[in-house]
């Protein structure tokens, strides 16, 4: 019971510690206003460190004077656990159970482009709302 008991907190511990990205946000062309679930966090290109946590979602908004609002969710990926949450807990469980488990995170890409697109003008020469 204590090795399943260690087990279980080395996979808490992982899920909830080192499961992060540290993700570029680039905008063609830069200079775009980011907004990550409607708090501004710079403009690009800019680098964030996010969750890896397979519940978050985040919401990326980015504006450009005289170009179309973009907003849309951020890009993910499965991807294997960071190398050092993953050789913890590795170690742990060799040692606990006898096997290495597979780790993955469903966490977002390490590159994110966000291309931006002009405002269409109206018939008489004014740019459309």
């Not at 907190?9 to 409607?38: H, M, N």
């Not at 501004?40 to 890896?52: A, M, R, V, W």
């Amino acid at each position: 019971m204590r090795k399943i008991s260690l087990f279980l907190l080395s996979c808490v511990a992982f899920v909830t510690f080192s499961c992060t990205t540290v993700t570029r946000i680039e905008s063609e062309p830069s200079g775009a206003k980011v907004y990550l679930d409607g708090a501004y966090i710079g403009t690009t290109p800019l680098t964030q460190k996010l969750s890896n946590f397979a519940g978050k979602e985040y919401v990326l908004t980015v504006i450009k004077d005289g170009y179309q609002i973009y907003r849309a969710g951020v890009e993910r990926e499965v991807k294997t656990g960071p190398v050092v949450g993953g050789v913890v807990t590795s170690i742990l469980t060799l040692g606990i159970l006898g096997w290495v488990p597979f780790v993955y995170c469903y966490g977002p890409k390490e590159n994110q482009l966000i291309i931006l697109y002009e405002k269409p003008e109206n018939s008489d020469g004014a740019e459309a709302e």
